[in-house]
């Protein structure tokens, strides 16, 4: 098969809290987004968010549809952002290519038809949310992004935020998507932490040393837990839930939401002192 999936309910935060490391690993990792050959997907209940990976080999992958989304074509209620964390790459969108480079996003409309991946050595990361209107399908580029920068050396948090979906940049009906680049020496993302119940969110760590990896932590503000995330894996990050983390090195990642609303300054801030 080259599309496969898998599917992961929406888990509510006490039973979270019960979990252990293989449960909660089982329901929040993804491991195994990208395999040469296939598409893959990780089709959640939380905000019905669909989290993949293509990795053309030889031939172009088709976007086919998939049980889950009950849709001939697996874009017809739904949008997508594919994000190309390989060499440089082509996609295919009813007819037209589109050159996706290196952290280029290609955001393609509800509706779309036939939709291919291709480029050897490419790799895409894909997200997909139910959508209610269909908008262009367009590029975006890290130079198009807008940026924030936070943190600071001194507390290991320094980063720039690349918003690759902003007013400027493309309309969508719910997926928020950007990417995370850390200065030297620093590794915590998103600490200050935040929730936002309002959308879930996804993170894809990538650019880590093979032996490297991530101690992210999830769970409601005062119920902490982690996972060990390495190169390449995804997080789902229910609502409800914090999601920050800090890498044992360098790396970089992707954070994709959707839900009830576009807006990235919509979030609830979490105190430093009441973290547990
Ligand atoms: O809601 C926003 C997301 O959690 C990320 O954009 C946060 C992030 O990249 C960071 O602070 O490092
Ligand atoms: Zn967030």
Request: one cysteine or more; hydrophobic letters at 40%; charged letters at 20%.
């Amino acid at each position: 098969m080259t599309t496969e999936f898998d599917i992961r309910f929406a888990i509510d935060p006490i039973t979270a809290a019960g979990l252990g490391t293989n449960e909660l690993r089982e329901n929040f990792l993804i491991d195994d987004l990208f395999v040469a050959g296939q598409v893959r997907w990780t089709y959640s209940h939380y905000d019905r968010m669909a989290v993949g990976g293509a990795v053309p080999a030889g031939t172009p992958l088709a976007l086919d549809t998939i049980k889950p989304t009950g849709t001939a074509n697996f874009l017809d209620r739904r949008e997508l952002i594919a994000v190309n964390i390989g060499a440089a790459g082509q996609v295919h969108v009813d007819g037209v290519e589109h050159a996706v480079g290196p952290r280029d996003m290609l955001y393609v409309g509800m509706g779309a038809k036939d939709v291919r991946f291709g480029g050897e050595g490419a790799k895409y990361y894909l997200l997909s949310a139910p959508a209610h209107a269909s908008y262009p399908t367009t590029l975006l580029q890290q130079s198009g992004a807008k940026r924030l920068d936070l943190g600071s050396q001194e507390t290991a948090n320094q980063r720039s935020i690349y918003q690759y979906v902003n007013a400027d940049s493309v309309r969508t009906c719910q997926l928020v998507v950007g990417l995370t680049q850390f200065a030297p020496g620093s590794v915590w993302n998103t600490m200050p932490a935040h929730v936002h119940d309002r959308r879930m969110e996804a993170y894809l760590y990538f650019d880590l040393k093979p032996d490297a990896f991530v101690v992210h932590l999830m769970g409601e503000p005062t119920e902490s837990r982690h996972l060990i995330v390495r190169n390449e894996q995804a997080i789902l990050s229910p609502p409800w839930s914090i999601h920050c983390g800090a890498g044992t090195g360098a790396y970089t990642f992707i954070w994709a939401m959707a839900g009830d609303n576009v807006d990235y300054t919509d979030v609830d801030k979490v105190a430093m002192e009441d973290l547990l």
